[in-house]
């Protein structure tokens, strides 16, 4: 491995880690593909690379493919709904909205309902901007194959999701105070003020902590959920505002014991989604900030 390698592999890390993270949904898995994809660019001749971008791009896309079909397989024994891990950075969402929503967990979770090919095409063209030729020879298809991919992922993922709204964090901090305020007082009108009529708390367990196995939907369901929650932390527990994946979120405590991650998505200054990591797996770098970018 020479100076060189590692200089241009360590320049385009924040965009390497974003793309394997979109096309993943986890980020210690990104890191294991960036691992893996390091040791093999360090063989690489660099006189025959044209393009170091295009290149490692490529090769990313490549490895975060081969997990990601091992990913689905063992999703098919996941106990209760799969979320993507939630995801650190120190970004200002509004200084970049088009990586803001890329990296948002409901623009992810969309993601999630497209095959492994699509999810890449999307990711590398609407995200990145990667031409139809450039992504053809990244994934063996030919570039009409790609064209049609790109054109039929994009119409899926406009159809799925809700228009994203770049939060400031301002904003996002005194909603997520004022809704933890609400909750610990009982205030179920206040907190219902909030929330949209269909709102939705999704948690992702696996089985492995105490959570809901399916999607509670409704606003009174939701907060009288949130306000049980709240009372269970009861003394012991406490509650940290943070940013996630460009969004407002809870980090939830025992003691010094991290007990989960909450995302609250906004749409129209009310909480449409709530996506609550419970997963202790999915938890266990979860407070290690990433640098992204594109």
Do not use: C
Not at 167 to 176: A, G
Request: hydrophobic share 45%; glycine share 6%.
């Amino acid at each position: 491995m020479s100076d060189e390698h590692a200089e241009r592999f360590t320049a385009l890390r924040p965009l390497l880690f974003t793309i394997a993270y979109e096309i993943l949904g986890s980020a210690t898995e990104s890191d294991d593909v960036l691992q893996e994809s390091y040791l093999r660019w360090a063989h690489v001749e660099l006189a025959t690379v044209a393009d170091t971008k295009a290149y490692l791009a490529q090769l990313v896309t490549r490895q975060a493919l081969n997990a990601l079909r091992a990913q689905s397989r063992r999703k098919e024994t996941y106990v209760g709904p799969w979320l993507p891990e939630p995801l650190l950075t120190d970004v200002d969402p509004s200084a970049d909205v088009v990586l803001a929503e890329s990296v948002s967990m409901a623009m992810l979770v969309v993601l999630e309902t497209l095959s492994p090919d699509e999810r890449a095409v999307f990711v590398l063209r609407e995200v990145f901007g990667f031409d139809h030729d450039e992504i053809a020879a990244t994934i063996g298809k030919s570039t009409a194959a790609v064209r049609q991919m790109a054109h039929r992922a994009r119409e899926h993922v406009q159809s799925r999701r809700k228009r994203f709204e770049p939060v400031d964090p301002q904003f996002s901090t005194e909603l997520t105070t004022r809704f933890f305020t609400a909750a610990a007082t009982g205030d179920l009108d206040g907190l219902m003020a909030m929330l949209a009529p269909d709102v939705v708390w999704t948690a992702d367990s696996d089985g492995k902590a105490s959570a809901a196995r399916r999607p509670v939907a409704g606003a009174e369901r939701v907060a009288r959920l949130v306000m049980g929650l709240v009372r269970l932390g009861g003394a012991g527990g406490r509650v940290e505002p943070a940013i996630y994946n460009s969004a407002p979120a809870l980090v939830l405590y025992t003691g010094e014991h991290l007990e989960g991650v909450v995302l609250i998505e906004v749409v129209d200054g009310r909480i449409a989604n709530f996506y609550a990591m419970r997963n202790p797996e999915k938890l266990a770098t979860v407070t290690v900030p990433r640098r992204i970018g594109r």
